[in-house]
């Protein structure tokens, strides 16, 4: 699908949802792709992009990141807090205490924050990150009170193998139950059905570059 494309279906989504197109942020996932995959999409206009890990983006965004904004959209290990505090803009990633240790010191360490996702794990697979959804009103609490975080909005991954649609309904409870206002959630094969249960930012990977071989 062309880039046209998608920014066509996203509009059309949102209107189909009595919402403004411009209300919906589209990320990019350029994590595995070569330079020149990405290329003709920057040029295009994109400027939200999405990495999966710290030390791939910084390699292949650095000293090319200027007017873009570069979104952490993999899990997160405490060792390379550092680096993803100093490198991204937003970090979608955030689901446990000991994570928001290290997060708000390094924040406190470099005087600068990067906008927060707390990431849920809607289905509570075993193998996915993500705080528990039943865990998630005391985590964003604890975020806020006891490290002094500012969560921006709440991230998902819906399971492979169930209708994306009651996910989505969830995510948009919790953070309307807790004041949030940012919901990443939906991919290439769902963010239409994410738009309408209130998406304000979907990442769209495979639909925009293609398959690839390893999706991570």
Request: charge should be neutral; hydrophobic fraction near 45%; proline fraction near 6%.
């Amino acid at each position: 699908m062309s880039y046209p494309e998608i920014i066509s279906r996203i509009a059309a989504a949102a209107q189909a949802a009595h919402r403004n197109p411009a209300d919906i942020a589209l990320t990019a996932v350029s994590k595995l792709q070569p330079w020149s995959a990405i290329e003709p999409v920057l040029a295009a206009g994109q400027t939200v992009f999405g990495e999966n890990r710290v030390q791939e983006a910084t390699e292949r965004w650095q000293g090319r990141r200027e007017g873009l904004e570069l979104r952490l959209i993999g899990p997160l290990q405490t060792n390379k807090a550092r680096e993803a505090v100093a490198f991204f803009d937003v970090i979608e990633t955030l689901d446990r205490p000991r994570l928001a240790e290290v997060l708000q010191a390094e924040i406190q360490r470099v005087g600068r924050a990067p906008r927060l996702y707390v990431q849920v794990n809607t289905g509570e697979e075993p193998q996915k990150a993500g705080i528990a959804p039943h865990d998630a009103d005391a985590f964003i609490a604890l975020c806020r009170e006891t490290n002094k975080l500012v969560v921006e909005g709440l991230m998902c991954i819906p399971p492979a193998d169930e209708p994306p649609g009651p996910h989505f309904a969830l995510l948009a409870k919790i953070a309307r139950r807790n004041a949030l206002t940012g919901l990443s959630m939906g991919m290439s094969g769902d963010f239409e059905t994410a738009i309408a249960f209130g998406a304000t930012n979907v990442r769209i990977g495979s639909a925009l570059f293609g398959d690839r071989a390893t999706h991570g």
